[in-house]
């Protein structure tokens, strides 16, 4: 299970995240995992896994291609980043139906968000990428203001509410927070670590 949270607004993207995964050992019995589901891409990109505990070496070597390619900024990121996982996660689902069977416990979400200076009018973008079962095995689309996964829309009404109301960034991320520290308290699926960022014109800022 996991936790991802993402807001837009005019100032900036606001991130938070739990830290725990559960997977299946060789054995076929659950475990429960500790990972980092946030990470800095670039100065101004960062990307948010869910589900599988491997979708935190995607990101891994997602950032080091970033770092590679010199890419900084989200419109670039994104366009390399949608073919990139894609290509980690068929890698990951070959290599692991060699000894275990296709589940749902398998699947990856992303949530990739960040800063551009192509556009002044709207700089900052978000996007989900998921998974599918048919070549290319990632497929993706632009998020409008927030995003919750697995969705709470209420809290996404409330964020969105709060961009519409031209809400400074520090109280989206104090509407995050609280959130994702209830739920560490009341839903057993969610637990700590639990991790925050955001992204504004000055770039990215973990909290």
């Known amino acids: ?3 991802l949270i993402a807001c837009k607004s005019k100032e900036g993207i606001v991130f938070g995240v739990d830290g ?6 060789a054995n076929g019995n ?18 948010l896994n869910g589900g599988a505990a491997a979708g935190e070496l995607m990101c891994r ?3 080091r291609f970033v770092d590679e390619e010199n890419l900084r900024y989200v419109d670039d990121v994104y366009s390399a980043a949608l073919p990139f996982l894609a290509t980690e996660y068929e890698r990951f689902m070959r290599k692991t139906c060699e000894f275990l069977p296709i589940d749902p416990i398998h699947q990856v ?14 700089p900052f973008h978000l996007y989900l990428l998921w998974t599918k079962r048919k070549l290319p095995l990632l497929d993706s689309d632009e998020i409008g203001t927030s995003f919750s996964v697995p969705r709470i ?3 996404e009404h409330r964020l969105h509410q709060l961009v519409q109301q031209e ?21 057993e699926e969610v637990s700590q670590p639990l991790s925050y960022a955001y992204i504004s014109h000055d ?3 973990r909290l």
């Open 109 to 122: 979400t992303f949530i990739l968000g960040g800063y551009t200076r192509r556009g002044p009018e709207a």
């Open 203 to 205: 770039g990215f800022k």
């Open 61 to 63: 070597s997602l950032k």
């Open 167 to 187: 809400a400074e960034l520090d109280r989206i991320i104090t509407v995050v927070r609280h959130e994702m520290e209830r739920l560490a308290e009341t839903n």
């Open 30 to 47: 659950l475990i429960e995992l500790k990972v980092d589901r946030l990470h800095q891409l670039s100065d101004f990109t960062a990307v």
């Open 20 to 25: 725990k995964a559960v997977d299946v050992d």
């Open 1 to 3: 299970m996991s936790q």
């Open 153 to 155: 829309i209420k809290l």
